[in-house]
DNA sequence: AAGTGGTCTAGACCACTGC
DNA sequence: CAGTGGTCTAGACCACTTA
């Protein structure tokens, strides 16, 4: 146990759990002792046992499993390149945080097509005519290993995509893009805006994120060579599951 | 107060602040009924009216201020462009996010270059040999409108940097890559790995962090055109002042 | 059936903020 | 100085997991 005397209880007990833990004392997977445990040996009450853990599951560095006990988290996150293919071309795939270089399944769980009236933020950037109401939606949501982390809606213009195979949930080989290279409207140039948050409690529910687990959100917008804007991708995904990667020439 | 019998009671509360603010009840700045409001108005324990603040904090939408209350908090992130140069030249500057797009004040707020033994994953990326030891590694912290947003710390090779402005805690114009370049080490590209995680506790320390703010961290290695190592540039930022943007062609 | 974490109560003292 | 959030105690009951 530490000494230091200013420190609070719980920040004391949280401190000593995280320095084992970096020890490796307690490796990725394994459990942490328990509310009980903490009790006995510190010698405090279960509030004060339960905030130590608590501060531990914040940090996103353990999780609680209800009648099982508090275990540390393991961290598998893939690698998604920006610019796929320029990836592999001049630098060699390492990470410098450890990550899968291989790639692991990454596939599409659950997928609906619609038509929906956007929200204003989307037809401000799609340029929407003010008689037109609805533009194509496409959610998905994507799991990896059986854990679902990313979910993404695509965003396109009714003019050019409705009555297309982008209405279909197979939009078929090349997907999206490659269906509006066909109808003219090939995109060029993308944009990705990038943020990290918590997650709202929906997100939570649909990504099955532990505590202490951000997302980035992510803004994917696509332009015509005459800067033309056909499709809007919003994307959420689990913070822990992903490292992202942009690879580019200042010129 | 909601009518929702299965869901526990701190979530309920939770819910209704949650629904007040997103209604506009509580503007962001303004302040949230306290511990004691929340007792009285929903006859519950203190430490029931803790989780539900507890709650709203974790999400990043409040924080609290020790003596004062707790408060819905203000976000006014701005952009950072992975690719300064292409940025306006084919898309304007319009984010999805609301965020500023003039230029705030970014300075530099604490700045230390050193000569250190650089970790392994440096070590490996610069593909030092095993007789050389150390490295230097300039450090610099970021202000954004008086808060700390950024931690930056910028490895070289001591063979290219040692002796050259790069030493220097102001490099001269055009900055580090502008002494590589000068010195036949010109970077010619970039990758920049990202993730965003729950920060250390030193870390919420150095960019003082409310709770419920994630980081992100930056990993920038720059290549000449052999393909060189020359700089690796780790950073860390506070997730809510910052928005990151990346602009590509897929060739 | 025993142990675990999740929720909740009803108190207490403290340090800090704001007036 | 009154009010605020931060910490802590000592109980209680519950739903869940594991064996």
Do not use: C
Not at 114 to 136: F, S, Y
Not at 206 to 217: K, M, W
């Amino acid at each position: 146990m530490s000494t230091n005397p200013g420190e609070r209880k719980y920040q004391v007990i949280a401190s000593d759990l995280r320095e084992a833990i970096q020890r490796g004392q307690y490796p990725p997977g394994s459990r942490l002792p328990g509310e009980n445990d903490i009790m006995r040996d510190y010698q405090v009450a279960r509030m004060t046992a339960r905030q130590a853990l608590a501060q531990l599951i914040s940090e996103g560095r353990a999780a609680a499993r209800k009648g099982a006990g508090v275990y540390v988290r393991e961290f598998r996150p893939v690698v998604r390149a920006g610019i796929t293919r320029l990836a592999g071309t001049w630098a060699d795939g390492r990470s410098i945080w450890s990550a899968d270089i291989e790639d692991r399944e990454l596939a599409v769980d659950q997928a609906r097509v619609a038509r929906e009236e956007p929200p204003d933020r989307i037809r401000i950037l799609l340029d929407l005519p003010d008689d037109e109401r609805e533009v194509i939606v496409r959610r998905r949501r994507f799991v990896l290993d059986g854990k679902p982390v990313l979910l993404s809606a695509s965003y396109l213009p009714s003019d050019i995509a409705a009555g297309t195979r982008i209405e279909q949930q197979d939009a078929g080989p090349g997907g999206t893009y490659a269906r509006l290279a066909e109808a003219g409207h090939a995109p060029v140039r993308f944009r990705e805006d990038l943020r990290a948050r918590m997650p709202e409690p929906d997100e939570t529910e649909r990504l099955s994120l532990p505590a202490g687990t951000p997302v980035v959100e992510i803004a994917r917008i696509a332009y015509t060579g005459t800067g033309q804007i056909v499709e809007v991708n919003e994307m959420t995904a689990d913070a822990s599951a992903y490292i992202f990667r942009y690879d580019f020439s200042p010129e």
